[in-house]
């Protein structure tokens, strides 16, 4: 929705306003921050549920997605937090996560921090010897 309402905006103004709209539509599009843990989805996502209750950040949507994938989304001041989980194998998830601060503007440095307390609070769930499928 956003990403057509840019588009819109930038075909109704005048000028080489055009011109922006690929690196803008872009940026708005890709990214995020990326970490993958040796741990299977189920204990990732409980990791990223009590990270979230820890700080404070209201769980909006927590869903599973065909093929064994999860979406988790929250809401802080004046953010929104998506933050989806992918099975590599079923000891290893991909997580990724955004931090939309406003329209346009993405906080790297919050999702950065709750991917490290999503990896305490990992800490926290799995014992020291269970964080490895090859451990004793």
Do not use: N, W
């Amino acid at each position: 929705m956003r990403l057509l309402a840019l588009i819109l905006f930038v075909l109704t103004a005048p000028g080489c306003a055009a011109v922006a709209l690929p690196a803008v539509g872009l940026a708005a599009m890709g990214g995020g921050t990326l970490r993958t843990f040796s741990a299977p989805l189920a204990d990732v996502r409980a990791a990223v549920q009590q990270a979230f209750r820890d700080l404070q950040i209201e769980i909006t949507q927590d869903d599973m997605l065909i093929g064994g994938a999860a979406k988790i989304e929250g809401e802080a001041l004046h953010r929104k937090i998506h933050v989806k989980l992918e099975p590599v194998t079923p000891a290893l998830t991909r997580l990724k996560m955004v931090v939309r601060e406003g329209v346009f503007g993405r906080d790297r440095a919050t999702a950065a921090e709750l991917i490290e307390q999503t990896g305490r609070a990992l800490d926290e769930i799995r014992p020291a010897g269970a964080a490895s499928p090859r451990a004793p």
